[in-house]
């Protein structure tokens, strides 16, 4: 019993700390659209046009943080969310991101990208390691659910 | 018509939606003013600058586009993905509308969207309400 709640204690945290990430990464965007700053994007340029993608990448990142929160509330139940974090969300990310370091883009910059990528590559394997643990969890939910239907 | 079938038009209209934006930001992101889509979607302006930002809205909106499969997997279920849906589509109103106010994009452009974003909103406050209808009765 002590162990189930340990392992469901790592899978919140999971959801808790892509969350918290998602949202500084959220109030980040928001200085850059506001001052013309950022914290972890280290942005190099502002113009008119960043500004108006980083508007629309804002909705879309915050979205996504009330998503983890919404999968936060039945974390087993809701297991995927966590695959789809780690797989197309920050794997993506990552090959997105080396991709346009080896294309040789200005606003990705060596520095700017072991953060980030170190970062997102801890997240994605908490994220899976994560998945599994509460796939784990729904097995022994079922078979505990069979027993007593047995 | 039958209610799920209803429901379940609404997460592939939107899983659709999203993965034919999810390529063209992805065009976008790597081609920069090359893609040739650039000028629909998201992508208004090319340009190198916003390649990077654009490459992390491209996940997004890639990782949604399996979010809504995932959804009409159980539809009824699962009904709380279009309200959380409409947090997104909310917020690029509010951009698209920004945009516009800063000259970024012409005004039928911003109507066009705010056209399509209206009526994806209503289709998906009535999917959310039969849904909900459906799980009670």
């Known amino acids: 019993m002590e162990s189930k709640q340990k392992r469901m204690l790592f899978i919140r945290f999971c959801y808790w700390l892509a969350a918290i990430l998602d949202a500084l990464l959220a109030g980040d965007l928001l200085l850059y659209v506001l001052f013309g700053t950022t914290i972890y994007l280290q942005y190099p340029t502002l113009t008119p046009i960043t500004q108006f993608l980083a508007r629309q990448v804002i909705p879309l990142v915050i979205g996504w943080t009330i998503l983890l929160i919404w999968a936060v509330q039945k974390p087993v139940e809701r297991r995927i969310i966590l695959i789809f974090t780690a797989l197309p969300l920050l794997l993506l990310g990552i090959l997105l991101d080396l991709v346009l370091l080896l294309l040789g883009n200005k606003s990705s910059s060596l520095g700017t990208n072991l953060i980030s990528f170190i970062i997102q590559m801890i997240l994605m394997i908490l994220m899976l390691i994560g998945f599994i643990i509460a796939n784990q969890l729904k097995k022994i939910n079922s078979k505990w659910n069979d027993g007593d239907l047995q | ?137």
């Open chain 2, 1 to 137: 018509m039958n209610k799920k079938l209803i429901i379940r038009i609404g997460y592939w209209y939107g899983a659709l939606g999203d993965a034919l934006l999810g390529i063209e930001m992805f065009f976008s992101a790597f081609m920069g003013t090359q893609s040739p889509f650039t000028g629909l979607g998201l992508s208004i302006l090319g340009g190198i600058q916003y390649q990077y930002a654009m490459c992390l809205a491209a996940s997004l909106v890639f990782a949604w586009t399996f979010l809504l499969i995932w959804a009409d997997r159980k539809p009824i279920e699962r009904r709380d993905m279009f309200l959380l849906t409409l947090i997104p589509v909310f917020g690029l109103q509010i951009s698209t509308m920004l945009a516009f106010n800063f000259e970024l994009i012409a005004f039928e452009m911003m109507l066009g969207y705010t056209i399509q974003r209206v009526i994806f909103a209503v289709y998906y406050i009535i999917c959310f309400y039969l849904a909900l209808k459906e799980s009670q009765s």
